[in-house]
């Protein structure tokens, strides 16, 4: 399973709309990409997934290129709430759902 | 959302002794979970993978014989540190997923604090 390459921090503000990254060159055909948000000393949060293309749902949007090896998490209208570390491991369907998580990166909103 | 709980939310114990940790799907059927560590400031490592009524399946470099997985039941997997030290001291998560494969999430316990001194 691939491993996953996201940038190590970013800083946003109340307001704005964020967009995070990730890399994965050697994404696989039965791979589905997940996104999750962890707060300290807490499980991580399912946000969204998908597999190719756009998926929207009432929090965030993923948006996915034809060729899969990136994907951009974007978040509308980012509150102080939503500082957290975000990941985007890759989830192999053809076996247990299986998750590889990378280092994630950590959102700070400020007021 | 699916809910699943760990228990005990934290733990401190004596070096040498071993500590149990539960994980439980409560809404919902699991034939898989997964456990995972979290040091201070780092990403989740997959520990091993527990599914029900097998052995689990552990990540290359985790040692067996020292986390022992049982996964008794469809809603209940524990995991056991044994003769447990400081360096064990760390974040430990469960997850897990309702159905082999297909296109579903997994679901992630609150975690467990382990303090060894």
């Known amino acids: 399973l691939a491993k996953t390459t996201q940038p190590i921090s970013m800083d946003s503000y109340e307001g704005q709309e964020v967009n995070i990254t990730c890399s994965h060159n050697n994404i696989a055909t039965n791979d589905y990409i997940t996104w999750y948000q962890q707060f300290p000393s807490q499980g991580p949060r399912f946000i969204i997934q998908g597999y190719k293309t756009k998926v929207t749902n009432e929090v965030a949007s993923l948006f996915i290129p034809a060729d899969r090896k990136s994907s951009t998490l974007s978040l509308p209208r980012v509150s102080l709430s939503d500082t957290a570390v975000y990941y985007c491991?890759?989830?192999?369907?053809?076996?247990?759902?299986?998750?590889?998580f990378g280092a994630g990166t950590r959102l700070a909103v400020h007021p | 959302g699916a809910v699943v709980s760990q228990h005990p939310s934290w733990v401190i114990c004596k070096s040498g002794t071993s500590v149990k940790i539960e994980c439980r799907s409560l809404?919902?059927?699991?034939?898989?979970m997964f456990w995972y560590r979290q040091f201070p400031k780092q990403s989740l490592m997959l520990m091993a993978t527990s599914n029900e009524g097998s052995k689990a399946t552990y990540e290359q470099g985790v040692e067996k014989d020292k986390f022992l997985i049982n996964h008794a039941s469809l809603t209940l997997s524990t995991l056991t540190v044994t003769s447990a030290h400081p360096e064990d001291s760390s974040f430990y998560i469960c997850?897990?997923?309702?159905?082999?494969?297909?296109?579903?999430?997994?679901?992630f316990g609150p975690g467990t604090r382990l303090t060894v001194l």
């Open positions: 997850s897990a997923s309702p159905q082999r494969g297909g296109n579903n999430e997994q679901f």
């Open positions: 809404d919902f059927q699991a034939t898989t």
């Open positions: 491991p890759l989830r192999f369907s053809g076996g247990y759902n299986k998750l590889i």
